[in-house]
């Protein structure tokens, strides 16, 4: 058993209709791999982006549903790591 402890920036881009804000995010996520394969239910992750700059530039932003939609993004971004690293049991 392996606990994988990776850094990586992601980019999140956030399309306001008038305007599409690229928003970088660091990372910082763990994962435990034995035998070469990812154990399931042991990542966790970290994000670090400027919220108050969001929020003083567009104070009308639902913040809720940004960090949702930033949590899926690096999310994708995490499980194509892990896929590319061929941890997952296919």
Same mark, same amino acid.
């Given at each position: 058993? /392996?606990?994988? @402890? *990776?850094?990586?920036? /992601?980019?999140?881009? @956030?399309?306001? $209709?008038? *305007?599409? /804000? *690229? ?8 994962? !435990?791999?034995? !035998? $070469? ?8 992750? =970290? +994000? ?6 969001? =929020?003083?530039?567009?104070? =009308? @932003? ?5 960090? +949702?939609?930033?949590?899926? +993004? ?11 690293? $061929?941890?997952?049991?296919?």
């Amino acid at each position: 058993m /392996v606990w994988l @402890l *990776e850094k990586m920036i /992601v980019r999140h881009h @956030l399309d306001l $209709g008038f *305007e599409r /804000v *690229e928003i970088p995010i660091r990372v910082k996520f763990e994962i !435990e791999v034995k !035998e $070469g394969v990812l154990v399931p239910d042991t990542l966790s992750f =970290q +994000t670090l982006y400027n919220k108050k700059a969001l =929020q003083n530039r567009y104070p =009308q @932003l639902n913040l809720a549903s940004v960090e +949702t939609a930033i949590e899926a +993004t690096v999310n994708n971004h995490i499980m194509e790591y892990i896929k590319a690293c $061929g941890f997952l049991n296919s």
